[in-house]
């Protein structure tokens, strides 16, 4: 069945560093691709979506690429600030459009 | 606007007995779906519903069932509850454009089966 693989599983970075998340996924006819950030305790939350037609998105200090040929998509978090430490979900839909399958997240810590 | 809303925070049951959970959704959303977060096997999705119509589902079984009111608010209930079931139950609401585009997930509702 579909899977996304998410590495690493934790990460810990020095404030102002930059950190990459890497999501692979099996299901070549994937075409959208949502990171959600959830903090301790607190509700995922929505922090970029990249559809298939698009290579990279940007939105201040996050972006996200996509490489379509390798089936994986990225997740880029420059001048990293301890307000970014969370746990972060990347996630992909199957071949269908009929579910969304989840990687099994990514601790971030960053330390000032 | 007020967010997406989920009854109760935290549950307690026994195996063997059933369980409904409610999501309001984002006025306006017309789509909710439903996730089990786990430490071990991460989110995954249980199903969508659509204008009262179950549009997606997930691989769970048939004790895992939903339903969607006219106002668009969502229950989901589990019978028979198994030790295993103990989770965090997700729903997430959305325009409902795409499936699962922009999803807004409420604080979620705490189960645990003793």
């Known amino acids: 069945g579909e899977n996304v693989e998410q590495h690493p599983s934790t990460l810990s970075v020095q404030e102002g560093d930059s950190a990459v998340i890497k999501c692979t996924y099996s299901?070549?006819?994937?075409?959208?691709f949502p990171w959600y950030k959830q903090e301790l305790g607190k509700r995922p939350q929505l922090i970029i979506d990249?559809?298939?037609?698009?290579g990279e998105k940007k939105d201040q200090r996050i972006a996200v690429t996509l490489n379509k040929t390798a089936k994986h998509f990225s997740l880029h978090i420059t001048e990293t600030q301890p307000e970014d430490s969370a746990v972060y979900f990347c996630?992909?839909?199957?071949?269908?459009?009929?579910?969304?399958?989840f990687g099994k997240g990514t601790t971030l810590s960053v330390s000032s | 606007k007020a967010g997406v809303t989920q009854t109760p925070r935290y549950l307690i049951k026994t195996r063997g007995q059933q369980v409904t959970l409610s999501c309001s959704p984002i006025?306006?959303?017309?789509?909710v779906s439903w996730y089990q977060q786990t430490p071990g096997q991460g989110l995954q999705f249980l199903f969508e519903y659509f204008s009262e119509t179950q549009r997606n589902k997930g691989n769970f079984p048939g004790r895992f069932s939903g339903r969607q009111f006219s106002n668009s608010r969502s229950e989901m209930n589990v019978s028979t509850l198994e030790l295993g079931d103990s989770a965090l139950y997700l729903c997430?609401?959305?325009?409902?454009?795409?499936?699962?585009?922009?999803?807004?997930f409420g604080s979620g509702t705490q189960l645990s089966v003793l």
């Open positions: 299901d070549s006819a994937s075409n959208y």
């Open positions: 990249i559809r298939s037609n698009v």
């Open positions: 996630a992909a839909t199957n071949q269908a459009g009929t579910a969304l399958i």
């Open positions: 006025s306006g959303h017309r789509s």
């Open positions: 997430a609401s959305s325009l409902g454009t795409g499936s699962f585009e922009k999803l807004f």
